[in-house]
């Protein structure tokens, strides 16, 4: 029986792109597959007649020769893809065709199968966690923290090796950190169990580090915190993690601010609110009091006749800066109303006939009780 054309085989023409050419053979692969196709007795005569030609028309030298002169090219076991040669022959093929598929479909997630791992690693990011006062979130300050940490081995040069010898190439994976078996049709990649993927190993550990070029040490860093920072800020200091494996580049050190609630102040954003409590007759018949601010001042604050508990005062730019240089916030003053206590008894004499003579002085008071007024007469009708 005649072989058919190997591109008819793929279902793509003769001017196909390298792209394109594997696009049609992975969608056939996988349709033929003959796990896929128990009940088709042909199946996997067409899949290995799609894997024979992809493995001619994938390779530029087979391909040039296979438009030149057909299946010619490769009679008599030249070439690769003949139906005349064994069957050791085109499984060969069929697991080197599969195997660029395989690495397509899954050499990101396992590192690129054929590509060496890089003989070093970046240290990990580490984070440390810093809680500062309000008072420092508004001024900015300098802190000193000491973060516990890997850094790399002085006695090796951060090598692994003893005296900072080189390391060698790894024997079972030649230095790919990577091992390949066969499992029927498959190709399957797995870390190189003896170098554990970096494609190298130390003859000679290091002493002090025992081969992996760091060591546990705690260490001091001095850190400016930016005036304006809130709670979840992140700032962050680039190579002052963890010391790379074997000399490799450092991680970044991540530090998450939180500020500490205060006493007095409450913020939101940029703004700060204060709960200044006042006199009945501060109150009633104005006057002013003495706030503080952030800044360790004090402002005098003018109270209108008549105020009630919740009226807000605000104090322009007495509040925390922008973290990104955008001016400063306000300072917002809520007065609470103060009912005395404890009070003697010609106080007592004196708000009874302060009550007996106030007719129209609570319109608070007579506009709610005029409600309910309405309301009961609502109920009644």
Not at 14 to 39: C, F, I, M, W
Not at 123 to 144: C, H, M, P
Not at 263 to 269: A, E, K, M, S, V
Request: proline share 4%.
């Amino acid at each position: 029986m005649a072989k058919r054309d190997y591109y008819d085989v793929l279902g793509v023409g003769r001017t196909a792109s390298a792209d394109e050419l594997k696009k049609a053979y992975r969608k056939k692969a996988k349709e033929l597959h003959p796990d896929r196709n128990s009940d088709n007795p042909t199946a996997e005569a067409e899949f290995k007649e799609v894997n024979e030609a992809y493995d001619v028309l994938k390779d530029a030298e087979k391909k040039a020769a296979y438009d030149r002169f057909g299946h010619a090219a490769f009679e008599g076991g030249m070439g690769g893809g003949g139906g005349a040669r064994g069957g050791y022959g085109q499984q060969a093929d069929f697991n080197s065709a599969f195997s660029d598929v395989f690495e397509d479909l899954f050499g990101d997630f396992m590192g690129r199968g054929g590509q060496a791992r890089s003989r070093v690693q970046r240290g990990s990011d580490l984070r440390y966690n810093l809680r500062i006062t309000l008072e420092e979130a508004f001024a900015g300050v300098q802190k000193t923290i000491n973060v516990p940490s890997s850094t790399g081995c002085d006695a090796c040069h951060g090598t692994g090796a003893e005296g900072g010898a080189e390391p060698v190439t790894c024997p079972t994976c030649a230095g790919m950190g990577k091992v390949r078996a066969q499992q029927g049709f498959f190709t399957v990649e797995r870390t190189c169990p003896t170098c554990n993927g970096l494609g190298q190993i130390i003859k000679n550990p290091c002493k002090v580090c025992h081969g992996v070029g760091r060591v546990e040490k705690d260490r001091s860093l001095s850190v400016n915190i930016p005036k304006g920072v809130e709670t979840g800020t992140r700032i962050r200091l680039a190579g002052e993690g963890e010391a790379g494996l074997r000399g490799g580049p450092s991680g970044d050190l991540y530090i998450f601010i939180e500020v500490r609630e205060h006493t007095i102040f409450q913020r939101d954003g940029v703004n700060l609110y204060c709960r200044v409590p006042v006199s009945v007759a501060t109150a009633a018949l104005g006057g002013e009091v003495e706030v503080p601010t952030i800044d360790g001042g004090m402002s005098r604050v003018k109270v209108p006749a008549g105020s009630q508990t919740g009226k807000q005062m605000r104090l322009r730019g007495k509040g925390m800066p922008s973290l990104r240089g955008a001016g400063q916030g306000d300072m917002m003053i809520e007065l609470a109303v103060e009912t005395p206590v404890n009070l003697t008894a010609r106080q007592k004499e004196i708000l009874r006939e302060f009550d007996t003579l106030s007719v129209d002085n609570n319109p608070e008071g007579q506009s709610f009780f005029s409600k309910v007024k309405g309301f009961w007469d609502g109920m009644k009708s």
